[in-house]
């Protein structure tokens, strides 16, 4: 028997726990061990509310975590409860599956005023992650920015332009959906430092802006390059390009309230405001030889008293786990970090790709550990005894699958009509449910 702790239950993280499965068996068990007494991750606190469909995935992921050889443990911070090198002498493999939790720093002036907050903490706000419950953004004024061209700028956007109907049969958690229909928010710009040609959006995100009920995209024809020069693109990316051409050749709906206005060629150079973010002096650039973005000196300022900094993730570092501190992930050579540790998902690459990425990633990483320790091999590791005995021996009390079960059907019988669940947005709210508090 062999046993093996994937840490962080994302799409990642199962991935691999169903690629070990089927390459061990009934010859290995597999503990799935996460922060939080529910599992899934990104799809529960990253994929917009407002995408059910993604979400949906996470019935694939149900089947493992039915499955008689993978445990879900949760309520367990490794790095905090456990150490990796207590893992790694309890288990024969360790795979690290953490996403990248942290929003990326923009490194300019001005970014520690208030207001100015990072996509992660905006979209775990909305998507109900305890640690965002009291981000309270600031929604009174009527202008907000967000930066980044990727589809994270693009949930930010759509979510603050959105009216209340718009999120029915959404899991946008209570607060923010409440916050959200009070908001003054009247000009949402979406700065981007490059032009339409270099958009990291995709298109069916980004087609959903020219059918919101209250929010009209605003494009200006003059950031594009001539027509033809769209053939050179590879086919998503044209398809992409040619929304955002419809969009500049329609002018904004005028019984439509909102602006979702794309400002192209616009790096921020400092944030400014009397003690709270007030505006973004941007700086106009222009592409240069490689297709970066080059500053042309003339600079102007964007008003908004709410910005959000959607230009990417980085991983949560780990004690005693090398770090990439450029790539915001673990050190690692295609997967493996050390002797049985190893990194998948967005701890592996860093934050890019689509769910489904994770898949061949997590694949990869399982025949990695079955050439290292083929199935049929066996050990005498402690595992879950061992972790429990060293956690209890902490005061941690972990959680397992009933007790995650028990949590859905509570948060399924607190959804408002049409809403698959009203989720908890505190700890110790999951943990009250579960009669630990
Ligand atoms: P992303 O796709 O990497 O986009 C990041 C954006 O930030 C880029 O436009 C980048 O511009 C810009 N940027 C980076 N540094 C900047 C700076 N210092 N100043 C100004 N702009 C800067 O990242 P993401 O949007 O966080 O998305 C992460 C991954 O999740 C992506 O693979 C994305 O497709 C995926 N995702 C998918 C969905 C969906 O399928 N519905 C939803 C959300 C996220 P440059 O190109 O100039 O560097």
């Given amino acids: 028997m062999r046993h093996f702790a994937v840490v962080g239950s994302g799409p990642a993280g199962f991935y691999t726990a169903e690629a070990l499965e089927k390459a061990y068996g009934d010859r290995a068990r597999i503990d799935i061990l996460d922060r939080y007494p529910v599992p899934y991750g990104l799809i529960r606190f990253g994929v917009a509310p407002d995408h059910q469909s993604l979400k949906a995935v996470s019935k694939r992921y149900d089947k493992t975590a039915e499955s008689a050889g993978v445990d879900f443990i949760g309520n367990v911070a490794v790095g905090h409860d456990v150490s990796v090198a207590e893992l790694l002498d309890l288990y024969d493999a360790v795979i690290l599956a953490v996403g990248s939790p942290h929003s990326r720093k923009l490194g300019i002036p001005g970014e520690d005023l208030p207001g100015v907050i990072g996509s992660s903490e905006f979209v775990g706000w909305y998507n109900g992650h305890p640690d965002y419950a009291d981000l309270d953004p600031p929604l009174s004024g009527t202008h907000a920015a ?50 339409p040609h270099q958009i990291a959006m995709t298109p069916k995100e980004l087609g959903e802006l020219g059918h919101l009920d209250a929010a009209s995209p605003q494009v200006d024809i003059a950031d594009f390059p001539p027509v033809e020069a769209d053939d050179a693109l590879e086919p998503g990316q044209r398809k992409s390009i040619s929304i955002l051409r419809e969009f500049a050749a329609t002018p904004p709906d005028a019984a439509k309230p909102k602006r979702m206005v794309f400002d192209f060629f616009a790096k921020p150079l400092r944030i400014e405001g009397d003690g709270k973010a007030e505006k973004i002096v941007v700086e106009r650039t222009e592409l240069d030889e490689k297709g970066g973005a080059r500053g042309t000196g003339e600079t102007y300022e964007v008003p908004a008293s709410l910005i959000i900094s959607a230009i990417g993730y980085s991983s949560a570092p780990i004690e005693g786990v090398p770090y990439d ?8 050579e295609g997967g ?28 990869e990483v399982a025949d990695l550990v079955a050439a290292a320790m083929p199935p049929g091999s066996s050990s005498d590791r402690q595992a879950a005894e061992g972790l429990k005995s060293l956690l209890s021996s902490r005061g941690v009390m972990p959680t397992d699958y009933d007790d995650w079960r028990k949590i859905e ?7 408002r009509p049409g809403s698959p669940r009203e989720k908890f947005v505190r700890h110790d709210h999951w943990l009250e449910t579960l009669g630990r508090k």
Wanted: proline share 2%.
């Fill in 146 to 195: 967000v930066i980044g061209n990727g589809n994270v700028a693009l949930d930010c956007a759509r979510i603050l332009s959105k009216t209340r109907g718009e999120f029915d049969g959404s899991d946008i958690v209570n607060h923010a959906i409440d916050a959200l229909d009070a908001s003054a928010i009247r000009t949402v710009t979406i700065l981007g430092r490059r032009g």
């Fill in 325 to 332: 501190d450029r790539g915001g992930k673990f050190l690692n």
């Fill in 336 to 363: 493996r970090i050390a002797d049985r540790l190893y990194a998948v998902g967005w701890a592996r690459r860093g934050p890019s790709g689509t769910i489904g990425t994770n898949r061949p990633d997590g694949y």
């Fill in 409 to 415: 059907e509570t948060e399924t019988a607190n959804a």
